[in-house]
């Protein structure tokens, strides 16, 4: 959010006094200028959490966030149908909440073996679920912390002899504060990921979100 302008009554004067407060860029609101006939007075004050009632429960505004590329299934790991890929977190640089708003999956090879359009489940959690690459199962302590899931078909795949795409963005998917997401791929599809000798085949993927907090 950008410095915002307000009033507040003086009760002594019993007239309104124009104020601004100056966004520290965190979320947060520390420093205060009283704007008295165009002249700003600058007027030290406590710092301020965003959302409070001297600015009307206003939210910081942020631009959307990228979470980074990051690889589902390297090129040395074996995913058969029904297996899982090695879950991956990402660090969101602070304690948020938010919102993914789109997702891409990127399908690709470094030498040997096809580029894939494979269909599985693509699984977002709110706490690491320790799943290894080639895991045939997840946990019931694992399950419970998933906060969404995207399923992808062969269908979703946009595939020349470079690299497949596939882009999600009509599953927007809400999390609460924290400082990092965690995601697994369980691959569904028949054909397998690197099951020939000397493949490399590789899965990855991005995000853009959003914070609310």
Known sequence: MVDKTFQIFD???QKYIPIRLIDNGDGTYSEASVINDNNPIDVEIDSLPAGNNLIGKVQPMSSML?????ELVGINEQVDQNDYSGSVGISLGGTYSGE???LALY???DGSGAVQDSAGILYIFDADPLISSGDTSMSA???VTAIG???IGAADWDTDTN???VYISNQPIPFHSMSSLYFVWKHLDATSLNDAAGDDEQMEFNFWYKRES
């Open 149 to 151: 899931k995207i399923g």
């Open 141 to 143: 302590v694992a399950r």
């Open 163 to 165: 690299g497949g795409l």
């Open 107 to 109: 399908a690709t090879k």
């Open 11 to 13: 009760s002594k004067t």
């Open 66 to 70: 990228e979470g980074g590329l990051t």
């Open 100 to 102: 993914i708003l789109s």
